[in-house]
């Protein structure tokens, strides 16, 4: 079975810093692999998606990169502001079931001011 | 703007009650999508459905919950009867998903029913 894990599980920064966060998964076949956004009491909110073959997708100022061969994935957060504060999951789809995401349990970040 | 939404957001209840979670999928889109997020286990997918047939529903406990589609804008997951291990936040999300699209397995979540068995 898939196993995902996200390397810290927290995280406080100052704002205006430089940050990466890690998910590793155990299985390299996949199908993609989504970086979600969760704020307290709400829903995820899908961050970037990088397909399997792809190396790294851009939004902004984030940036996620996939080493499928290795099972890591970093998200990178340029000049963090208060605002990116929230817990951030990495899920990983299944090469012969797309439909099936193994999450990871999230790395929750603070930026304070 | 289009989402998903889910009722109740936030459900209390005794042990052994029926409990039911309501979500409306985003229209169009064609798989949903239930999940059960805690603090030991993290987030697990219980049952996903596409055209409104059940796919997957392996992560769920048979005997107490049941999923059902009864029409394209409405997905159930019922507990019955609900235990506190139960508690947890359960989400629905929906997609259209096909393959061969660079997006085709984009998930959309709700907001979550926050369930709480006593």
């Known amino acids: 079975k898939q196993e995902v894990t996200q390397i810290p599980a927290a995280l406080s920064v100052p704002e205006g810093e430089n940050l990466v966060l890690n998910c590793s998964f155990t299985?390299?076949?996949?199908?993609?692999l989504q970086w979600f956004r969760q704020d307290p009491g709400k829903g995820l909110t899908s961050l970037l998606l990088?397909?399997?073959?792809?190396r790294e997708q851009t939004s902004g100022r984030l940036n996620a990169s996939l080493d499928k061969s290795s099972g890591r994935s970093t998200l990178y957060i340029a000049a963090s502001q208060p605002g990116d504060s929230a817990t951030y999951l990495c899920?990983?789809?299944?090469?012969?079931?797309?439909?099936?995401?193994?999450f990871g349990s999230g790395t929750k970040l603070n930026v304070k001011p | 703007d289009a989402r998903v939404t889910q009722t109740p957001r936030d459900k209390v209840t005794e042990m052994g009650q029926e409990v039911t979670m309501r979500c409306q999928p985003i229209?169009?889109?064609?798989?949903v999508f239930w999940y059960r997020q805690t603090m030991m286990q993290g987030l697990e997918l219980l049952a996903y459905?596409?055209?409104?047939?059940?796919?997957?529903d392996s992560g769920m406990p048979k005997d107490r919950f049941s999923a059902e589609m009864p029409d394209a804008t409405l997905a159930t997951l019922k507990i019955q009867p609900s235990e506190p291990r139960d508690s947890a936040v359960y989400f629905c999300?929906?997609?259209?998903?096909?393959?061969?699209?660079?997006?085709?397995?984009?998930?959309?979540f709700g907001p979550g029913t926050r369930l709480t068995v006593l």
């Open positions: 899920a990983v789809s299944h090469l012969y079931n797309f439909n099936k995401f193994y």
């Open positions: 229209l169009g889109h064609n798989t």
């Open positions: 299985d390299s076949a996949i199908y993609n």
């Open positions: 459905f596409r055209n409104r047939a059940p796919l997957d």
């Open positions: 990088i397909q399997s073959s792809q």
């Open positions: 999300a929906s997609g259209l998903v096909q393959r061969g699209g660079v997006r085709d397995n984009e998930q959309f």
